[in-house]
């Protein structure tokens, strides 16, 4: 370390002083370096000029700005590999994201994606954007626009053809690779044979398969070979997105998918995958009302309450479904935020239930959430994954943690806090208040691991020629605040979030700058 130390000043000693003429853009100085390696932090001063990093290392030339960042931790900014953000061509300044250290978000994931990715990087280099973006080709759009409405068959030739064309140009205009959302319409129509054929045309490109994968519970088992089968057959790196091992019989499940892919990398595979560092999944209480009866809309449904024969049925339906899944009631379910009756925020179903109807019986949860749905609905939190398994996922090396999310649109609605929080809360939660990873890990789980992965050229590292995405926060107070409650709460304790050079959050704020680049595939 001390000898690539040296080596990095003398650069900069020799090249330094003709390219800058003396001023660099930034000098960083004092900062705890946490370089992104995994290796450990040391101190030392980081100049930046003209958007990249020129030297790490002791020396402190003269520079136009200074950042005294003593008592902080300076580390690569973060980049959050499973993203839904392609609404950052309407909101580009996606203040969640940068405020919680996030530098580069990868869209087009789960299968879906813009389908012309050329077309829509031009609109968003016009358009100026604050984080750097990356894009994956999804599936689920490119099977949407070979054939139509017609999806629940095998493409013909000329589909299958025309599938591989638009993944082709895809990859051409810069994709990072190919996604899969084998839950979602039409994806769940395709067959591996169809998914290695496309993976294929990625593969030649040198890009990755990402994929949300056929089953996150029983059949995980399947899923992952099927995975395992398109990155073998096709020869290219493969990433399982938002890993869980989903629904309370799984609980425990984590420890033979974690072997499987310990197996897979055995042999060869390049496998990693992502996850997000939260127990639960959000939706509406009133889903877990089987879909065939909500469909057609509240009047509807209501109608179906109203007809004591149909309401038998969906009752019993519900109960049929908790059975199969092994549990009794729906204590893994909590009502987030319920305007009728604000006595029941953040308390589990059977707790409501006794509050509202004076019973916790099955039939009285079912009752409220009846109630609940005739009201319109109110958000929930579905406690799906056990907290074991996720600090299994969490303790694999090759696991990334990404948020799952889109740009929030501050107080709309009531999202999962993830897309507030999940960066900083690896740096709170996970290395601060229960010391399950060192710092320098937690990093590199965001920083070069990705960027490795991903194929993301000269991210994700602090070192002399790499781009100047970096964040400064204070690992004291550094806080994920979003909860399931109140998720509108940005993170806190980034003192400085850089994106190219360019700072875009100062102090906890963002400064309006829209410093991003589209960053293409290997370049
Ligand atoms: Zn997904």
């Not at 398109?230 to 997105?241: F, T, Y």
């Not at 749905?373 to 406690?383: E, H, T």
Request: charged letters at 25%; glycine letters at 10%; proline letters at 4%.
């Amino acid at each position: 370390m001390q000898l690539l130390r040296c080596t990095l000043v003398l650069v900069f000693l020799t090249c330094g002083v003709g390219t800058v003429a003396g001023q660099a853009d930034l000098l960083i100085k004092n900062g705890q370096i946490v370089d992104g390696s995994g290796n450990p932090s040391y101190m030392g001063n980081i100049t930046i000029h003209r958007g990249r990093i020129i030297s790490v290392g002791l020396l402190e030339p003269a520079a136009k700005q200074v950042i005294d960042a003593r008592g902080l931790v300076v580390a690569p900014g973060f980049i959050d590999v499973h993203t839904h953000a392609e609404n950052v061509s309407k909101m580009p300044g996606a203040t969640n994201f940068v405020r919680m250290g996030i530098t580069t978000l990868v869209l087009g994931n789960c299968g879906g994606s813009k389908s012309d990715l050329g077309k829509f990087f031009k609109e968003l280099e016009d358009r100026l954007i604050t984080p750097n973006v990356a894009s994956l080709i999804g599936h689920n759009s490119v099977r949407s626009r070979a054939m139509g409405g017609s999806f629940m068959r095998p493409p013909t030739d000329e589909e299958l053809d025309e599938m591989k064309s638009t993944v082709d140009q895809a990859m051409k205009d810069g994709a990072v690779g190919l996604s899969t959302g084998l839950i979602y319409l039409p994806g769940t129509f395709a067959n591996t044979e169809e998914l290695i054929e496309l993976a294929k045309v990625a593969s030649k490109h040198g890009g990755i398969y990402v994929s949300h994968m056929r089953n996150e519970g029983d059949d995980i088992g399947e899923a992952l070979e099927e995975l395992m089968r398109i990155a073998r057959e096709a020869k290219l790196p493969a990433h399982v997105s938002h890993i869980k091992a989903s629904g309370q019989r799984n609980w425990g499940r984590s420890i033979e998918t974690l072997k499987a892919l310990a197996l897979g990398r055995l042999e060869g595979l390049e496998l990693t995958q992502d996850q997000y560092l939260y127990p639960a999944s959000s939706t509406g209480i009133q889903n877990s009302i089987p879909q065939s009866y909500r469909e057609g809309g509240l009047s509807k449904l209501k109608e179906r309450l109203d007809d004591p024969e149909t309401k038998a049925k969906i009752v019993k339906r519900m109960k049929d479904r908790l059975e199969k899944r092994g549990i009794a009631d729906y204590e893994y379910a909590a009502i987030a935020s319920w305007r009728r009756d604000r006595r029941l925020d953040g308390l589990r179903l059977p707790a409501a239930a006794k509050i509202r109807r004076g019973s916790d019986s099955l039939d009285d949860q079912l009752e409220l959430i009846f109630e609940i749905a005739r009201s319109g609905g109110a958000s929930g939190v579905f406690y799906s994954q056990s907290e074991e398994d996720i600090r299994r996922f969490q303790q694999d090396p090759h696991t990334m943690f990404a948020s799952d999310s889109s740009i929030r649109t501050y107080r709309l609605g009531v999202p999962h806090p993830r897309g507030y929080g999940n960066s900083a809360r690896a740096l709170s939660e996970y290395v601060r208040t229960h010391q399950l990873l060192s710092i320098e890990e937690a990093v590199r789980r965001m920083t070069s691991l990705p960027a490795r992965q991903f194929r993301l050229k000269d991210r994700g590292m602090i070192r002399s020629g790499a781009w100047a995405d970096l964040v400064v926060f204070d690992p004291a107070s550094v806080k994920d605040n979003a909860t399931f409650e109140q998720p509108h709460q940005y993170a806190s304790g980034m003192r400085y979030v850089l994106v190219n050079g360019g700072v875009v959050v100062e102090n906890d704020r963002h400064t309006g700058s829209r410093p991003g680049k589209i960053v293409r595939r290997g370049k």
